[in-house]
């Protein structure tokens, strides 16, 4: 894709492209715009495939018989335990393919959203070289072309932002990726989902440049936000008394019992509105080279524990339907 010749201060300075009406309110899928009601349960944060691991691609390349015989299968198991949506967090160049989320979701019958963005972790390997010589407003205007115009020739529009960040203080080139984030919030209304771990420090960080761009916390999700070290979760709490979306999403079986506390700490902070779970499984690693990792355990054995710990049908609801609904509907929050 070409360079666009924009400044951030023209950007700034242009009036805002209003949300369609279609569209406001609404959670864009593969398939479409739906309402948020039509999700169901959903697991905000997964990986129905990815080439994490290998070479950055865009497009990738697949051996497509063998992922979509994967992939299908347990699509179809989830929709069998009561999963209505997935939000797939592969984003471009290590495996994003919004045609294959589209065909997994008409046979599967899950609502799935694939998302624009780069993703600055994995110290910057799946950062394309163009994101390095672009400022913010460059970046911002094409994952905004995305959302108008769908990614590539599919057609097919983007649910959310994603990107990464990684350890530490925040770099410039991820500082850069979350203020190109911020912008494309101003302009399309979508979500951004960021990859930033056990890190209280970037995520303040992360929250002040969303501000600084005039965007809500509320338009911000804390990815893997349960890696926060015993004794640092108060920043989970100062997060989403700020308004963020505080992503539960290592679920497996040895992490239940630290999942289970950090929803019951969240719980007794009066934040669980705020909360999101889900598991970072996929099921076609590295383009099948590495074993999958599984993502029904929500169904199967953590929300038995919600309920044995004390939470209400209500709350149960809140976490896995009603919080993920709002956190992806197509919604301008400014600052």
Known sequence: MPAVNITRRAWLAAPLVTVAQSEEGRVMTVRGPVVPEALGLMLPHEHLFSNFGEDPAEPPHYDEPALLGAVEPYARRLRELGCGAVADATAAWFGRSPALLRTISEKSGLHILTNTGYYGAASDRYVPKHAFEEDAARLAARWVREWREGIGRTGIRPGFI?????????????????????LTHRDTGLTIAVHTGGNPESAMRQMAILREEGVSPEAWIWVHANQVKRGEEEALGRAAAAGAWISLDGLDETTMERHLELVMQMRASGHLARLLLSHDGNSFRAGGKRPMRPYTLLFEQFLPQLRKAGLEENEIR??????????????????
Do not use: H
């Open 318 to 335: 809140r976490l896995t339907r009603d919080n993920p609904a709002r956190a992806f509907t197509v919604r301008r929050r400014g600052a």
């Open 162 to 182: 994603k990107t990464g960040v990684d350890a530490g203080p925040l770099s410039e080139i991820d500082a850069r990726l979350v203020r190109a984030a911020a």
